[in-house]
Structures are given as C-alpha cells and as structure tokens.
C-alpha cells in the first residue's frame, strides 16, 4: 500500500533529515524478533518538531488491555527504562504494550522493558504507523490508564486530524456537496482548538468518539473532504476575537435551537435559527399555456397528455374530454407509436401484432414490440416473475408466452397495474387516456433524447439553466410550457412553480426551448435538512419503558405522564415533567432527550389509552438527530445544494461571527485561544 508523508511542510523537513541520521545505523541491519535490539542513544532525542503544529492529541484507545504498533518497515520507540540518564530510541519490526507490572508503567513485549511513556515512529518518515491495524497521521503515545489498562494517544497535526473527522462527521459519499464540506471542516478545526486540553488529566487534548468529535484516522480519508480541508486550511469561526464553541448537530428538523437551552451556554452566537435555504435560491416559474377547450385551465392537463404533446407524440386537439373517453382507432395508436419512435430517436422494431391493439393485453405485446423491448422481457424477467408478478383471477385471458412476458414486463416496469378487484382484465378496452398514459411511461422509461433530468440551477432572462452531473446546460422556457409538480410520485399541473436551487427536475426540449418541466418535490416540505432519514421519526414507549429509561435521573414510581412545560425557539422541549406514583421528575435540556431515549428534543406527544383512560403507550413524532444547536450538517448540505458558500454557510448557523485565520490566534498552555 503507498503511504503518505507524515510531515506534511517543508518547514519539517530538516526535522526528517535529522531523524534519519539519528536512525540510520538501525536501519541498515535486519532485526530479528527472537533478539533484544541495542538501543540507540541519541543527542537530545525527542519528538519535539516530529509533527507540524498546531498539534492535537487524541485519545484514540482509551484505557485498553493492550495494543500492537508497526508499519511498513518497522518502528522506532522513544523510551526511557533500565536506569539510562536520558530518553533511547529502540528499534523493533513492530512494538506491542501491556500494562507493566509496576504501577504507572507501560510493558515493552518485544523488550520486556517496563516505561513509563512510550512514544513511537515509523521506522521511515514517510511511513505512517498503525495501532490495532488502524493507520494513524502523526505520532502515537503509549501510556498507563487506570485499572491496570493503557491509553495510546495520537499525536498529529490539526489539518491531518480534520482528515480523519470530516468524512465521518459529514459522508461526502451520502452528502457530495464541498462548500458543505467546507462549512463542516471550520467548524470541526474551531472545535477542536477551543477545546484543547479538555482531557488533560487523562493525557490528551480530545476523545476519537461522538463524545467529542469522531475520528477514525486515515484509512477514512476522502478527496473531496481532503479538498474542502485544503481549501479552509487555518479559518476558523470566532466571536469578539475568540474562537467559538461550534457545536454541530446531524438534523436539526428545520429549525435549530438557542445554546442555552440545551447546553446551558447563552452565547450569543448559538441562536436558533431557521434551516432554510436562503431566499435567493428560489425561483418562481409561470405558463402563459392558454385554457382548453371544456377543461378549466392548463393546470387540468393530464400529465402524460402533457409529455406526449411536448415530444410531438400527441396532437392538441387530444385534451377534449370526449376524445379522451373515446376507443381509438388502430390507425391512430399506429400513427402515436411511430411519433413516439422518432421521438426515442430510435428506428424502432416491427411488431408482429397486426390488429386489435386497444385490447389491453394485445397493447402491452405491441408497445413492448414496437420500442424493442422483446429482449428485455426475454432476457431480464427471473423465472418465476410472471407467477409472482401475475397472481391476478384473470391471467388466463392472457394469450402465448410472447403476450405474458410483454404483461409481465410492463407490471414490473410499473407501466400497467392490477384494478382495486385485483384484475388486470387483458381483455379490456383501451380509452385513448389508457393508451396515452402506457405511450407516456413507455417514453420516460425508454428514455428520449429530449427528455432530460437534473438539478434546478435557476433562471435569467429566461434561460432555463439544469446541472446534469458536472456539466450545465441552459434552454429558453417557452412561454406556454406545460408546468407540474410532484410530491413524492403525485403529479399536478400548476400554472406557477416555485423552484430552489438544487430541486430535481425533468423536462423535455424542442427546438431549443423548454416545452414541458416538471419538478420532483417532497412532502417533507422546504427545509434544507429535509433530505435526512432523520428529518421525521416516531418512538412508542410503554410507561415501564419510560421509567427504565429514566431511572438514570430519578424515580417516579409507575410512569403516569409524560408533561411538556417549555418550549424553546424552534418548539424543541425544553423541559418536561415525568408523572408518576411516587411524584414528578423534571427534565431540562439534553435530559429530555437522554432520558427518553429520543434522537431529538423536538418533538410532540400523542397517548394510547385503555378503558379505565390509564395511559398504555407514548406515541412519540419527532424530527430531527442530535442536539439541535449550531451547525445543522444535513442543513450544510441542503444550504450548498442551493447555491450557498461555506461563508455564508456558517454566518446563517452562528449568528454574528467572523471568520479568521488560526494562525492569528493565541493558543495559550490552559487549552483556551484568543486573537492577539
């Protein structure tokens, strides 16, 4: 596996050079395991200027029984034993440590060497170490835990640490937005130096979990955090010269909370807000498209009738009512057909289907015939999908294997569904908005070259402009385009569309100019976090449940109620008293969430009860995951989704704050930072 340098300046340099030197006699020699290696005395051998600063220690083992240290050409420790006057550097192919026999001491196992701090290097510089397996940036410390356990500590450069945190604070597989990126790596960078020190007493700065910030180290490493990271090298969020405290959460549920209420810390920075994206970012879209004939307005175009017409497929005069009532000719499903083929830009194939074709089961053969799809049904149906996918009283009206693979397929491809009496009636009469609708899911699964999907990227002067993957392309909106909606698969024409930035669109292009659009919403509504798994959620706790889980804070006895008594800014509880037998519980801030066992505070509750109105179950809705203050990450998301930098990004979530660079700040010995 190729390794990366652990120093990472140029200004190290002179420090790896020295390194080697000091190492070079080891390094020239094999070692082998059954052996004690010599140790090398050095000239003032430390770690000192090893690991660029700022430096971060992390506490990536805690208190562990053991642990197994190497890379790829082996290991340098940094020990002090056996009485020496000063520090040696020990050679080893790799090095394993148990707790020592002697209080405060750490075992060498290779060595049998009882230390009281190890500190250890890649044999080569440009090697990175692993403890456990697991490839760590920087330096790893050794020392003594309690309870006879030991704690192995990361020494490493900040902008190094925020590799290993940012991909699992914030997936950019899940999430490939860079200024969301961005956002995520200033405010892990501010965390981390505000908080220097948090764990001194345990022999490091930060924890590797949720409990501070997660870090994994750099086998999770990913281009475009390392990106974001690189190109928000040293910025960092303050407040009147200081860094800020930037908590973060994962969904806030559209509006995060004021600090105090949760953590108890007024700052003023830690406002709630909403998580919006911002009013630039939407777009209002209008039709000129004129009132048909016996129907109310444009709004009232079936949307396939709609998408037919755009491609050319469908002549105007189809909207009429009655003509859509009425059985087509096959003459006229002949002439839609090969419209609908020039418009796929595809010649088409011969169906062997010669009449008849408004019979339901004999469309399905000639459609799947006419867009050449025979071998798709032949080739991509499993056995068994025709019993399974036809499990309807009348599939025995279907005729020849050809015409149950062309039903089969067109079920599967969601084209053709059995009625509410679960008959598919293969021998039904097709109404000509049948037909049409079939030819409509036909072209948008067999893909027109003038059907089109990708992100809203807005709109000037008329110039409709789309992002389709890594490339943007802008048509003209034709004046009378056909306008719809969906929410989560519900189509609607509409003669007005609101559009943000960043919401999925499909659309379909003649001549140049857009005939028909529609846009993909959700029920989830305009939040920017709304895209989370967790943006909506719901708990059901019986009263036992809900003492268990609250035991940790006091007893009520049997769990009657469950009281909300405040709220905070965004309707989060903020307070709420537990009921019971023996007396009242009040919870205030994290408790709530902690002591229920929620995923947020933001949430409401509904009660089951039973005939003697004694309270069976908690049905608890809530939205969000996490702690609801600060940076909202799926919000970051959504924010850059519709067009808004990291700067701005930050600005929304933490009201009031500057950016600067880390390197004008102060870190003094007590952990806290200030600007000079």
Not at 36 to 62: F, K, W, Y
Not at 213 to 240: C, N, S
Not at 573 to 596: D, F, M, N, P
């Amino acid at each position: 596996m190729s390794r990366k340098r652990v120093l990472t300046s140029p200004g190290a340099a002179w420090v790896a050079a020295a390194l080697g030197a000091w190492l070079v006699a080891g390094a020239c020699r094999t070692i082998r395991p059954s052996t004690t290696p010599e140790p090398h005395v050095l000239p003032s051998p430390s770690v000192d200027g090893l690991v660029e600063p700022p430096v971060v220690r992390v506490g990536i083992l805690p208190e562990v029984p053991r642990v197994s240290i190497g890379a790829d050409s082996g290991v340098r420790v940094l020990a002090d034993g056996e009485g020496r006057e000063q520090p040696y550097w020990r050679p080893l192919p790799r090095a394993t440590f148990l707790p020592g026999a002697t209080a405060g001491k750490v075992k060498l196992l290779e060595t049998g060497e009882e230390l009281a701090i190890a500190t250890v290097v890649p044999a080569e510089a440009s090697e990175i170490l692993d403890a456990d397996a697991r490839p760590y940036r920087g330096l790893l410390e050794v020392r003594p835990a309690e309870e006879g356990s030991l704690t192995v500590v990361n020494i490493v450069n900040v902008e190094d640490y925020l590799r290993g945190v940012v991909p699992n604070e914030l997936s950019p597989l899940a999430f490939p937005q860079i200024e969301a990126h961005k956002a995520q790596a200033v405010a892990a960078r501010t965390w981390v130096l505000a908080h220097l020190g948090d764990y001194s007493a345990k022999g490091y700065d930060v924890c590797a979990t949720q409990a501070c910030q997660v870090y994994r180290g750099q086998a999770t490493e990913q281009p475009l955090t390392d990106e974001a990271i690189a190109d928000t090298r040293d910025v960092i969020a303050t407040w009147r010269g200081r860094p800020i405290h930037a908590y973060y959460t994962s969904t806030c549920g559209g509006h995060t909370e004021d600090g105090d209420f949760i953590f108890d810390d007024p700052a003023p920075y830690l406002r709630g807000v909403i998580c919006a994206p911002e009013r630039s970012a939407r777009h209002a879209l209008h039709t000129t498209a004129k009132p048909r004939k016996h129907l109310p307005g444009p709004a009232a175009v079936p949307r396939s009738l709609a998408v037919l017409e755009a491609l050319g497929v469908v002549e105007a005069g189809t909207a009429d009512p009655k003509t859509l009532a009425g059985i087509p000719t096959d003459e006229e499903i002949r002439g839609w057909m090969g419209r609908l083929q020039a418009g796929l830009h595809r010649t088409g194939c011969t169906s062997p289907v010669t009449g008849g074709l408004v019979r339901r089961a004999t469309f399905a053969q000639y459609g799947v015939a006419s867009v050449c799809w025979q071998e798709r049904a032949k080739r991509l149906l499993a056995p068994g999908d025709s019993e399974y996918l036809l499990e309807v009283p009348d599939a025995d009206q279907i005729v020849g294997e050809d015409e149950r693979q062309a039903v089969t397929l067109l079920v599967q491809e969601g084209l053709l569904s059995p009625r509410p009496d679960n008959r598919i009636e293969p021998d039904g009469t097709m109404t000509r908005a049948e037909v049409i609708d079939l030819l409509a899911g036909l072209a948008e699964k067999a893909g027109s070259p003038e059907w089109r999907s990708g992100e809203f990227a807005g709109i000037a002067d008329g110039q409709l402009t789309v992002l389709r993957g890594e490339d943007a392309e802008s048509f003209l909106l034709d004046p009378e385009a056909r306008l719809f909606r969906s929410l989560d698969g519900l189509y609607a024409g509409t003669s007005e569309l609101t559009l943000t930035i960043g919401d999925e669109v499909s659309y379909v292009t003649r001549e140049g100019r857009v005939v028909y659009l529609e846009a993909h919403q959700t029920r989830q509504g305009a939040a920017a976090d709304r895209t989370s798994r967790y943006y909506r959620w719901e708990a059901r706790l019986t009263p036992s449940e809900v003492a268990q889980t609250v035991a940790r804070y006091g007893s009520v006895g049997e769990v009657r109620d469950l009281v909300p008594r405040r709220l905070g800014v965004s309707g989060r509880v903020i307070e709420l008293e537990v009921q019971g037998s023996a007396g009242e519980l009040l919870l205030k801030g994290l408790k709530v969430r902690w002591g229920l066992g929620l995923r947020e505070n933001l949430f409401v509750i509904n009660r089951e009860r039973n005939d003697e109105g004694r309270v069976e179950r908690f049905v608890i809705s809530g939205k969000g995951w996490g702690h609801g203050v600060g940076l909202c990450q799926v919000g970051a998301f959504g924010m850059a989704q519709a067009g808004s930098t990291y700067d701005r990004i930050l600005q929304h979530y933490y009201t009031g704050i500057r950016l600067a660079r880390s390197a004008d700040v102060d870190l003094t010995s007590d952990g806290s930072a200030r600007l000079p």
